[in-house]
């Protein structure tokens, strides 16, 4: 190389390396998200979030980093979490499974955006004041699980036709149960079901419901939507397996271990918004202005499988409504 083109090429590298290095030096965003549940109950929708990450340009590792904060089904844990992210200073924190996560990050902050997955209506809960204007620092996604009561009953009483009696197992200490129940109880009343209350929310008060349901010999189990039922799927498919229960579950994770059915909001889906709206807010958007989403996809899944186990002729119909038959 000539010594003209050497000088001219280290002056071009002079230039660049203070560029290069103010670009090091700018701190990439990190997200905070807190969750009531383990990261194995996570795990199969984090895919989904990432993506709509990914959608608004934003990719975790190179762009944009993410705080992880798990409860492990601790509820009383979720205070000093959201705290700690706060303390962190992230630029948003994403809230899922329910809305106790919600309720501590909106406790913990008052300049932090917070974007929220939950399946209760969060006018109702007092997180926003309406879903097209929801004001203040949050915005989200409504799964709308508790709203979809009354047809996944609907469904399981199509499966078992015969059936006159139905248990419905809720966690008393669960968001959603008021509504859960409220629902059921109105749609068994449309179908002349009879309905049984069943409460859990240990692990050994879900071994105690399933005893009962068998000593009572209802027709038909009914299991409400909540973050912790979620996070003791296998052990309640085993026991509705031990004590040959057809059981309605509102999620897919259920029939994927075993389950009969299940029937609700595609989470994947609603994930995938969340981080959406996650990236558009690390954009520069506000909360305030973003109207809460509701879910538009839901998923029928039958377990093929388990209904001949428990005997039971799964309609051709029903099988050709459903959104996946696991053989």
């Not at 996560?101 to 913990?108: L, M, R």
């Amino acid at each position: 190389m000539r010594r003209r083109e050497f000088l001219g090429a280290l002056g071009g590298a002079a230039v660049a390396w203070p560029l290069a290095a103010r670009a090091q030096q700018q701190p990439i965003p990190v997200i905070g998200l807190l969750d009531p549940r383990s990261p194995d109950d996570f795990s199969y929708v984090l895919r989904a979030f990432r993506q709509g990450l990914k959608d608004v340009g934003y990719v975790e590792g190179e762009n944009v980093a993410i705080e992880y904060r798990f409860a492990e089904n601790q509820l009383d844990r979720l205070p000093a979490m959201a705290t700690d992210l706060v303390r962190r200073r992230v630029a948003v924190i994403v809230t899922s499974g329910g809305a106790p996560s919600a309720f501590a990050a909106k406790a913990a902050t008052a300049t932090i955006p917070i974007v929220f997955g939950i399946a209760q209506d969060p006018v109702a809960a007092g997180l926003v004041a309406s879903l097209a204007r929801p004001g203040g620092l949050l915005t989200g996604v409504n799964f709308v699980s508790a709203e979809l009561a009354a047809k996944r009953l609907e469904l399981l009483r199509e499966l078992m036709p015969s059936a006159t009696r139905v248990a419905v197992l809720v966690n008393p200490a669960g968001p959603s149960t008021e509504v859960t129940l409220q629902d059921v109880e109105a749609a068994a009343r449309a179908m002349g079901l009879r309905i049984h209350v069943l409460n859990a929310s240990t692990s050994g008060e879900i071994d105690v419901a399933f005893a009962t349901f068998a000593r009572e010999r209802s027709d038909i189990l009914f299991v409400g939507t909540d973050p912790f039922f979620t996070s003791r799927r296998v052990q309640m498919v085993h026991m509705a397996t031990l004590h040959k229960v057809a059981a309605a579950y509102p999620g897919r994770q259920y029939p994927e271990v075993g389950g009969l059915m299940s029937y609700g909001a595609s989470l994947p889906d609603a994930l995938r918004q969340v981080g959406v709206y996650t990236g558009r807010i690390l954009k520069g958007a506000k909360p305030s202005d973003m109207p809460v989403l509701q879910s538009t996809k839901f998923d029928l899944v039958i377990n093929a499988q388990t209904a001949r186990m428990l005997g039971l002729n799964v309609s051709p119909s029903l099988l050709a409504r459903a959104d996946e038959v696991i053989e």
